[in-house]
């Protein structure tokens, strides 16, 4: 009796193309994510970035803390020294970022473009909304460390001033 045997069925193999091209893509995803530039690269992505933080901050102290951080130095110290301040008059401690009051802050429109001015470290970003005429803003910027911050213009800080007697009945 003669036995024939027959080959076991072929299991299906993936396509080596697909997984070749699978990788690419992925590769290449990976590369322009890795490669999209940080907000603070520009003057325009800055001021873009710190719109949009400030809008998150109403109650957040996250949020605050994340805009704080795109603030020049010249703006933190100057929080700094107020958030000081109000701790020696509270007897409470205060954060920097808690002197950001969001309720002052608000975005009188919404830009539909900014552009920049740039003059070595500083730079001037010009924001337009639908009314060119009404709708328009300028906001310092200066570039510390590499990197693009908002030079937020506060009021100078009154010096403190000390009684003679020093509170001294």
């Known amino acids: 009796m003669a036995v024939h045997s027959t080959p076991p069925p072929r299991l299906p193999q993936p396509p ?5 091209r699978a990788a690419l893509l992925s590769i290449a995803l990976l590369s322009v994510a890795c490669s999209r530039r ?3 690269s520009t003057p325009e992505g800055v001021v873009r970035e710190w719109i949009e933080r400030m809008q ?4 957040e102290p996250e949020a605050a ?3 704080f951080e795109l603030l020049s130095q010249e703006a933190k110290a100057n929080l700094e020294e107020r958030a000081r301040r109000a701790s020696a008059a509270t007897g ?4 920097p970022e808690q002197m950001i009051a969001p309720s002052r802050f608000s975005v009188r429109f919404p830009p ?5 001015r740039i003059a070595g470290d500083r730079a001037i970003v010009e924001a337009v909304g639908a009314d060119p005429e009404v709708e328009h803003a300028a906001i ?12 937020l213009t506060l009021p100078p800080l009154s010096p403190i001033e000390r009684r003679p007697d020093a509170g001294v009945p």
């Open 16 to 20: 080596v193309a697909l997984s070749r």
């Open 38 to 40: 940080r907000p603070d």
């Open 56 to 59: 998150r901050v109403h109650g």
């Open 65 to 67: 803390r994340a805009a």
């Open 92 to 95: 409470r401690k205060m954060a």
């Open 112 to 116: 539909r473009q900014l552009t920049a």
């Open 140 to 151: 310092p910027c200066v570039r510390e460390s590499g990197a693009w911050r908002i030079d």
